[in-house]
């Protein structure tokens, strides 16, 4: 039976780094996603989503050892 788990790519850290930290746990990347992450700006009567980061995932399936 294979065990998939999700890891994001923290706010300090790199795509490298995460992608390690998913090795040392036994993981290998199978499936990215990124993502927009917005903020209601309010301009007036109006309400405005500006981007503000990107959120990046990475599905991981676990090493068969």
């Known amino acids: 039976m294979s065990s998939k ?12 780094d995460c992608l390690k930290r998913m090795s040392d746990l ?3 990347p199978v499936r990215r996603i990124e993502e927009p992450i917005f903020k209601e700006v309010k301009e ?6 500006e981007p503000i980061r990107q959120r990046i995932r990475f599905q991981g399936l676990k090493n068969e050892q």
């Open 44 to 49: 007036g009567s109006s309400v405005k989503n």
């Open 5 to 16: 788990e999700w890891f994001e790519v923290e706010q300090d850290e790199s795509i490298d």
């Open 26 to 28: 036994g993981y290998t």
